[in-house]
């Protein structure tokens, strides 16, 4: 599975961005997309992910301001960001997590996006 991201950039505090990550190849029915960023010094953190049925699962840091959907296709994932801080600064990576036979997890990942918040 392949994915390519775009959308990061630099914005001031209170403004907005959308994250996009399109998926492409041998993808199973059962999967999930999600978007992960990490901190300079901090551990990578999940941000929001959302399932082929379209559960979603926010962090709390980011709840109310961020959403999270998927195209039609299903093979797209969106990340929009209002209201956003300082503090969201990092890298944002999109994931792509899939179960196979015999219910093995198979995760990919984007190269990263950067996000950066201007106070």
């Known amino acids: 599975v392949q994915l390519v991201e775009s959308g990061g950039g630099l914005v001031q505090a209170g403004g907005s961005l959308r994250l996009s990550c399109a998926a492409s190849?041998?993808?199973?029915?059962?999967?999930?997309m999600g978007w992960y960023r990490q901190a300079p010094g901090k551990q990578r953190e999940l941000v929001a992910s959302?399932?082929?049925?379209?559960?979603?699962n926010i962090a709390d840091s980011v709840k109310g301001r961020f959403t999270i959907s998927r195209d039609n296709a299903k093979t797209t994932v969106y990340l929009q960001m209002n209201s956003l801080e300082p503090e969201d600064t990092a890298v944002y990576y999109c994931?792509?997590?899939?179960?196979?036979?015999?219910?093995?997890?198979?995760?990919?990942w984007g190269q990263g996006t950067q996000v950066t918040v201007s106070s």
């Open positions: 994931n792509f997590r899939q179960i196979g036979q015999l219910a093995r997890t198979y995760d990919y």
């Open positions: 190849g041998r993808i199973f029915s059962i999967n999930t």
């Open positions: 959302i399932t082929i049925g379209g559960t979603a």
